[in-house]
């Protein structure tokens, strides 16, 4: 039932190796209006950030603990997050204009561990 993937005129890759097998995207078709809902089944506390940019999934500015995402950085516009417990479930409804977005996790490590996927949305 969960999937990463995407229907109508959004594209989700698992480019880089991604590792976030528990989301899913979904458009109604107006005016780029999309759906993101992820399920965090485990084994630790998540989060997603939607985030635009031209960057690669795998090539974000990071912080500089070497861990985590700078998303401070000027080559990201943050579009909205949303924290995910552990088994729980969030959904984001979201409007995405044509371009590249990024969706990851920013806790300590899980971005550089894959849990990262690309979202090209196009007209």
């Known amino acids: 039932m969960w999937f990463g993937g995407a229907v109508g005129r959004w594209a989700a890759g ?8 528990h989301f899913r995207v979904a458009v109604d078709g107006a005016g ?9 089944p485990g084994p630790s506390t998540h989060e997603v950030n939607v985030d635009r940019t031209t960057l ?9 603990n070497g861990l985590q995402v700078n998303e401070d950085s000027a080559r990201l516009t943050p579009i909205d997050s949303v ?4 088994r729980t479930s969030q959904d984001l409804t979201v409007k995405l204009t044509p371009g590249r977005y990024v969706l990851f996790c920013n806790l300590e490590g899980h971005y550089l561990g ?10």
């Open 14 to 21: 698992n480019r880089g190796g991604a590792r976030f097998p």
């Open 56 to 64: 690669a999934a795998g090539a974000l500015p990071l912080r500089a």
């Open 83 to 86: 924290s995910l417990p552990l």
């Open 114 to 123: 894959g849990m990262r996927v690309e979202l090209d949305v196009t007209p």
């Open 32 to 40: 780029g209006t999309g759906h993101v809902a992820y399920q965090n």
